[in-house]
């Protein structure tokens, strides 16, 4: 089948260096994290488990073959009963603890497995929050999600495959071949060997063509997940567009896609497990020939025929699920490169290492001579200058695209500048820790997101431990008291998500006491009336005004009104600065800034003469 039309790679993360030999190295060296210590005993007492089950395995079927001996004519006369009675309830016994130790094992590392689950998630979410912007707006959040997924399911896999099910299996297979060898007949050890070596090979061939269907079926599984997240999350617009059948039918496709790729994968799972029956069952009648034969021939009895059956059979029990577990294994080494992929990833931005925490800020930014661009686009921001003092407000208007809101982010350090500097109470904002840059920041944008919470935690997300009073003074100032508890369920009402269930501007106004709660020193508003209606805006505006009382302030806007009380306002185009000026100044040199002005004037005046 071609697979042409399958998707590659969609979370454009690439696996780490290494295979299934470094996946082990890195899951000895998790489990030897410190915070994994405490687990220590148990890890060995885990091996030991499994060490102890794999001899018992091997020594069950010899005392119950020597109790059938026991009870069989021997001689012309019958062994004692009650002997023979007894080495079959020891041989039934062992087989019950060869038996029983794994489960208890599989019982007391379970907590390990989950630990060590967790501190690898943790670290690759972790990571992931530490990668730059550009990170996270070039990859889906389903796709990032699976992999975090799938690599801390790999370490499970790999654990418990490897440590407590090949690795035992191989264990009992010398086990098992010394013991037919010196017990009963060498011959017997050759034939379990070869064939088990037979019955590995062919599995490792057969599950390394089915792990490459399985890569192949996870890419588009991966597609699938992310396609169905990012429909479902934005059913808004999905919905605003009439687009539910469209977005249905490429839903169909991609699961389509998945479902051609799962039924290639479980079509060569038959072929695996034809193979291996037939192996394996040639080499049991193989061992019960020789066996029996040994038994006509008087070199062996009746008892000793049940044993090498019994431990025949002990051995190919695991073997039955080899080729899954190999493919497993194969498939969370996959996965796990993957996870360590995405830790090895580099921010563009960090920390210097002699980075500054920035205390107690005033509130004084500057560019000097800043110039920057955006991957793949040719316009960014050129030569921008300007300084402001502590307190005061500055305003930045243009066309879409002039470089406005770029200029806040290279403030916020999303981005770092080609040339020039930025600065923040006279330092580059390259020499701050970029926790305590962000901290002396309070960002409304244009569309506030925020968290499928109530409406207290989303405003409390600025300062997490604030007291009731501060956060509801925190609303009040930010002209939200009223409606929040006009609410049935008052604080306690959830927002949906990303606020989906509040209005713009309702939405607009817990952004704005989330950024008064936060007390910065500099307030950043990046059009954050833009996307409303007038009356509403009036409302949001007086609550930015009461916002940056006493803050400097930087604010894109797109409607020139918010922007007449600014101290500077900074006219761009394509990355430019062309006018500056304040308001009236501005007006009076009849450019840009002054058409913009009038024709916006002229829009206003014509919506009111239509109401």
């Known amino acids: 089948m071609s697979d042409t039309s399958a998707p590659q790679n969609h979370d454009t993360i690439e696996s780490a260096d290494g295979g299934l030999s470094q996946s082990i190295k890195r899951i000895l060296k998790l489990l030897w994290r410190p915070e994994l210590s405490k687990w220590r005993p148990i890890i060995a007492l885990a091996v030991l488990l499994t060490l102890v089950a794999s001899v018992l395995e091997v020594v069950s079927p010899l005392l119950i073959g020597h109790a059938i001996n026991k009870v069989a004519p021997e001689g012309g006369a019958a062994a004692s009963f009650s002997i023979a009675a007894l080495w079959l309830a020891v041989g039934i016994g062992v087989r019950f603890l060869a038996a029983g130790l794994p489960q208890m094992r599989d019982w007391l590392f379970s907590p390990v497995s989950q630990d060590a689950q967790r501190v690898a998630s943790v670290d690759a979410f972790g990571h992931a929050q530490l990668l730059s912007l550009n990170f996270h707006q070039t990859r889906r959040t389903g796709a990032l999600n699976r992999v975090i997924e799938r690599g801390a399911s790999a370490i499970d896999y790999l654990i418990r495959f ?43 061939i057969i599950t390394e063509w089915r792990v490459r269907q399985r890569r192949k079926m996870n890419e588009a599984d991966t597609h699938f997940r992310a396609t169905s997240v990012d ?18 039918a ?11 790729h799962y ?12 193979t291996q029956a037939l192996v394996m069952n040639l080499g049991l009648a193989a061992v019960l020939a020789l066996s029996a034969w040994n038994v006509i021939n008087g070199h062996m009895e009746i008892g000793d025929l049940t044993a090498v059956m019994l431990m025949m059979l002990s051995l190919y029990a695991p073997l039955n699920i080899l080729g899954w577990a190999w493919r497993e294994i194969k498939q969370g080494a996959v996965d796990l490169e993957k996870l360590y992929g995405l830790l090895g990833m580099k921010a563009d931005i960090t920390d210097a290492p002699d980075a500054l925490e920035l205390s107690h800020p005033l509130g004084s930014v500057a560019f000097e001579h800043v110039s920057f661009s955006h991957e793949g686009r040719a316009v960014g921001v050129q030569d921008v200058s300007f300084a402001l003092e502590p307190g005061k407000k500055i305003a930045f208007v243009g066309t879409s695209g002039a470089g406005k809101s770029t200029l806040l982010k290279l403030l ?24 305590s840059l962000r901290r002396a920041l309070g960002l409304v944008p244009q ?10 935690s989303n405003i409390a997300y600025a300062q997490p431990d604030a007291t009731d009073e501060e956060v509801r003074d925190a609303a009040r100032r930010a002209q939200l008291l009223d409606f929040i508890e006009s609410l049935p369920d008052g604080w306690d009402t959830r927002v949906g998500e990303r ?9 607009q106004r817990v952004g704005i006491a989330r950024v008064i709660l936060a007390d910065p020193a500099i307030l950043v508003l990046d059009e954050a009336t833009s996307a409303l209606d007038s009356a509403t805006e009036q409302a949001v505006q007086e609550a930015l005004e009461e916002a940056s009382q006493g803050r400097t302030t930087l604010m894109v806007a797109h409607r020139l009104s918010t922007v007449k009380s600014a101290d500077e306002i900074i006219v761009l185009e394509a990355g430019q600065v062309i006018e500056r000026g304040d308001h009236a100044t501005l007006l009076s040199k009849h450019g840009k800034y002054a058409d913009m002005w009038e024709r916006q004037a002229r829009s206003a005046n014509l919506e009111l003469a239509a109401g």
């Open 412 to 435: 916020f350090r999303f981005y770092d500048v080609k040339s020039g500097r930025v600065l923040v109470d006279g330092h580059d904002v390259r020499s701050l820790t970029q926790e």
């Open 231 to 248: 429909i479902l999350t934005n059913f808004e617009t999905v919905k605003s567009f009439a687009a539910e059948r469209r977005e249905t």
């Open 447 to 456: 569309d506030v997101v925020l968290f499928n919470e109530t409406i207290r």
């Open 162 to 204: 490897l440590a407590f099910n090949i690795g035992p299996t191989f264990v009992r297979l010398i086990l098992a071949s010394v013991a037919l060898g010196l017990a009963y007949d060498y011959k017997l050890s050759l034939i379990a060997v070869v064939t088990i070596a037979i019955y590995v090979v062919a599995t490792v």
């Open 263 to 274: 039924v290639d994968t479980i079509r060569s799972m038959y072929i695996l497990n034809a």
């Open 499 to 507: 606020g989906l269930k509040l209005s713009g501007g309702e939405k």
């Open 250 to 260: 490429r839903f169909d496709k991609a699961m389509g896609n998945y479902n051609e």
